[in-house]
Structures are given as structure tokens and as C-alpha cells.
């Protein structure tokens, strides 16, 4: 069941440092809505986050802000800037390293919806 409609309002004070080295503001994680999840990722300058999959769950990035190069499967490394879009696929590692001036900021979408227990840490 989708949710009525409605405007979810960003709380940067709830924003949060991951393991994996990214900072994440759950921009929107609705239990009653499985279907999918936005979260907010900021990677800060020279960072590259540890490798990671998620169990089950596709993620596409859309990159906001900054440059960095991310790393998906077997593809090759690529360079990504605002408005690339990458498509990560269930049970793929992955990761992304910032390497511009400031904060890499960008938009994960998941489908379903993130469950912690699909994360697996590949480090």
C-alpha cells in the first residue's frame, strides 16, 4: 500500500556516519511503503567507502554534488559527476570514492525498500 500524499521534510541533524565510511540522512524510509527508500549519501573528500553489496535489493545512485569514481561488480571503475545515474545490482559489491574538493553527495534509491539485513560487508 503507497502512502497518501504528502511532503517529507529533510532533518539534516539526523544525518548519521556508516561503517562502510558515508555519511547518510534517510530521506525517505516509510514502513508502510516496502516498495522502495531514498537516503541522502555524503562522502567526505579523499574518502572511499569499504566494499559492500546489498542482499536482494537493486540501488541506483544519483549523483547531487561533487566527483568520484565508483566501482560496481566486474565493470570498470568510471568517473561520476551530477545528474550520472548508477545502477548497482542485488548482491553486487560495490563502492565510491570521492575525488573532488568537497563532499560527494548523492541520492540512493533502493527497491524494495533498505533492510539492514541486506547489507553485507565485504571488508
Not at 89 to 96: D, E, L, N, T, Y
Request: proline share 7%; with cysteine; charged share 20%.
Amino acid at each position: 500500500m503507497l502512502p497518501r500524499s504528502t511532503v517529507w521534510k529533510q532533518t539534516v541533524a539526523r544525518e548519521f556516519l556508516t561503517p562502510e565510511g558515508c555519511s547518510i540522512l534517510e530521506t525517505y524510509d516509510e514502513s508502510a511503503d516496502d516498495s522502495m527508500s531514498i537516503a541522502r549519501a555524503r562522502v567526505g573528500r579523499g574518502v572511499t567507502t569499504a566494499w559492500h553489496a546489498l542482499d536482494a535489493t537493486v540501488e541506483r545512485y544519483i549523483i547531487a554534488e561533487g566527483c568520484g569514481r565508483v566501482e560496481v561488480g566486474d565493470f570498470p571503475p568510471t568517473d561520476v559527476a551530477p545528474g550520472d545515474v548508477v545502477i548497482i545490482p542485488p548482491g553486487v559489491r560495490q563502492r565510491i570514492a570521492n575525488t573532488g574538493n568537497g563532499d560527494l553527495i548523492f541520492y540512493c534509491i533502493c527497491t524494495p525498500r533498505f533492510q539492514t539485513a541486506a547489507y553485507l560487508s565485504l571488508e
